[in-house]
């Protein structure tokens, strides 16, 4: 058997995702792998999804005047991916997203960049509306391909306890 797997019969094995709320310590950090290599069409067609036709992103004469002399990714995307690189460890068993906290875009991101992400559990607590649960807080830092921190933020998430969350066998 290997780590995220459980053998549900003999030879047959099911991954497994997530961490059930017991399963998190604060300090304890979950490196978030693979890396992620934004494309051109990746924020082309983010821009469009999303609406945000600021030229700095869509329009390679207007970005070429900017101080970064080129298009630069959304930010909202780049928070998307981190936040989505992040889902296999700390958010699978999640029964909600609760919210973000100190967003922070600390450097540009290009088409063409890698981003990889880490996270860190900083605070836990059994709800106390919902017993069967718990909050779990985490502190996401992504960083690209040259190990520039690029972004970071707090998530916290509503995460169920063993025995409590659908699909557990």
């Not at 991916?81 to 922070?104: F, H, P, T």
Request: hydrophobic share 40%; glycine share 8%.
């Amino acid at each position: 058997m290997r780590a995220g797997c459980i053998e549900i019969a003999p030879g047959r094995f099911r991954e497994v995702q997530g961490r059930w709320f017991e399963d998190f310590q604060i300090g304890h950090i979950y490196e978030h792998r693979p890396g992620r290599t934004i494309s051109e069409a990746d924020n082309s067609w983010f821009t469009l999804l999303t609406m945000n036709t600021h030229p700095t992103h869509i329009d390679a004469v207007y970005a070429a005047q900017t101080e970064f002399g080129r298009p630069m990714v959304v930010s909202t995307l780049t928070l998307a991916i981190l936040v989505g690189m992040s889902v296999s460890d700390v958010s699978a068993k999640a029964v909600a997203n609760l919210g973000w906290q100190e967003v922070r875009m600390t450097a540009p991101v290009f088409a063409g960049d890698t981003l990889y992400a880490e996270s860190e559990v900083t605070d836990l607590r059994v709800s106390a509306s919902r017993p069967e649960q718990g909050l779990v807080t985490v502190r996401t830092v992504g960083r690209n391909q040259d190990g520039i921190v690029i972004c970071t933020f707090l998530r916290t998430m509503l995460v169920w306890k063993r025995g409590f969350g659908p699909g557990e066998i």
